[in-house]
């Protein structure tokens, strides 16, 4: 049987209702920008993630673009990222002025601390932490090291939505939380769309100021800013979707669980299984030394898969100017050469979850893993 990775109709059906009326009301008010709604899903938002404020963007990268111009960064600061994940880490430093600093991943794919404090220097500003694939990053370690070093940390939660570290949500253990609405992301919108989370007072007003082209009041502006308004369409789909993360996020560590119970740990590395609510599993992503052969076998079979990311950030063309080169970050490079991603999902079925690890049990028993000698 086909497996597809993504199925956003099979998410939305069960909410058709309620969303036809959420976007009814919006029509119905004409409220279309930063209106009633906006307002509300912030409101919900934040409570949910016990965070003090939320502040709706058009983005994920809009909301690591605006806290960072908004905590000050700018020409001469140094910004810590992850050289393996999506670009939009890297690309709001560089677009501020600032320089991005790479650092290497840990085999769970998320920054490694230690290599963090070995990058720091008296010209370092902020720490970009990334939960990759909805697997959390040592926030222990690096809260520590932000207060040590006196520089901030920002948390890009663009991909772990709902997910907790101990007792906090992620979103609201750095100075700010960047999220994603993307509608892949485990609270995804019906487009593009973005929030910001903080604790400070502050930093909320500036970035209320700079989402609305710099406006303090309707003819008085204070500052350069964006064109960066969360709609009130996308606010009123997305707050009828909250209702239902947690569950959602329920249903992805289930499958996760299920790969994990029913793929073979010797031939394939699985992801760290965590069921605390710590990994939520926007991706789930396994590696294989002959991943670009597994692909194939499986589309064959037709069980669709994606690959996030295959080249690392730093070995990207418009990073070349940074002047890393292939061997500055072996972890990186390495999960970019065997990284997989399976269906995992909200809403996928048992059979569909038997079909996938069917196959790949398939998969090991007609194929002998290959790796190549150093």
């Not at 009326?21 to 912030?42: N, P, T, W, Y």
């Not at 794919?109 to 040592?138: F, N, Q, S, W």
């Not at 730093?314 to 991603?341: D, R, W």
Request: charged fraction near 20%; charge should be negative; aromatic fraction near 8%.
């Amino acid at each position: 049987m086909a497996v597809a990775f993504m199925d956003l109709a099979r998410l939305h059906k069960p909410l058709e209702e309620e969303l036809s009326e959420a976007m009814r009301r919006c029509i119905e008010k004409s409220d279309f920008i930063l209106g009633a709604s906006v307002q509300s899903f912030e409101a919900n938002f934040a409570r949910q993630l016990g965070a003090n404020h939320a502040v709706g963007v058009a983005s994920g990268t809009d909301a690591l673009l605006l806290t960072l111009q908004a905590i000050g960064i700018g020409p001469g600061d140094e910004v810590i990222c992850p050289a393996y994940g999506f670009v939009a880490t890297a690309e709001v430093v560089l677009r501020l002025g600032a320089g991005v600093v790479f650092v290497d991943i840990t085999p769970q794919y998320t920054i490694d601390p230690e290599m963090v404090k070995l990058a720091i220097t008296e010209r370092t500003k902020a720490i970009l932490a990334v939960h990759l694939y909805g697997l959390t990053c040592d926030m222990q370690s690096l809260a520590q090291i932000a207060t040590d070093y006196g520089i901030y940390l920002i948390e890009d939660v663009a991909q772990a939505a709902g997910a907790r570290w101990g007792d906090r949500s992620l979103g609201a253990i750095g100075i700010a939380g960047c999220f994603s609405f993307y509608p892949t992301k485990n609270l995804g919108g019906m487009g593009d769309g973005g929030m910001v989370t903080t604790e400070s007072d502050e930093l909320a007003d500036r970035l209320r100021v700079l989402r609305n082209h710099g406006r303090q009041d309707r003819d008085v502006h204070t500052a350069i800013g964006y064109n960066s308004r969360l709609d009130s369409i996308q606010a009123a789909m997305l707050d009828v979707k909250l209702t239902t993360l947690a569950e959602d996020n329920a249903d992805r560590v289930a499958n996760a669980e299920y790969y994990d119970a029913n793929s073979s740990k010797d031939y394939f590395e699985l992801p760290p299984l965590r069921t605390d609510g710590s990994h939520v599993y926007n991706l789930y992503t396994i590696r294989c030394p002959q991943r670009d052969h597994l692909k194939s076998f499986l589309m064959e079979r037709q069980i669709e898969t994606r690959v996030y990311y295959p080249t690392p950030i730093h070995l990207q063309p418009a990073f070349e100017i940074l002047g890393y080169q292939a061997g500055h970050f072996p972890q990186s490079e390495l999960a970019a050469q065997q990284v997989l991603s399976l269906p995992v999902y909200p809403g996928l079925t048992r059979q569909e979850l038997e079909e996938v690890t069917h196959t790949l049990d398939l998969y090991v028993k007609t194929h002998p893993l290959q790796i190549a000698s150093s």
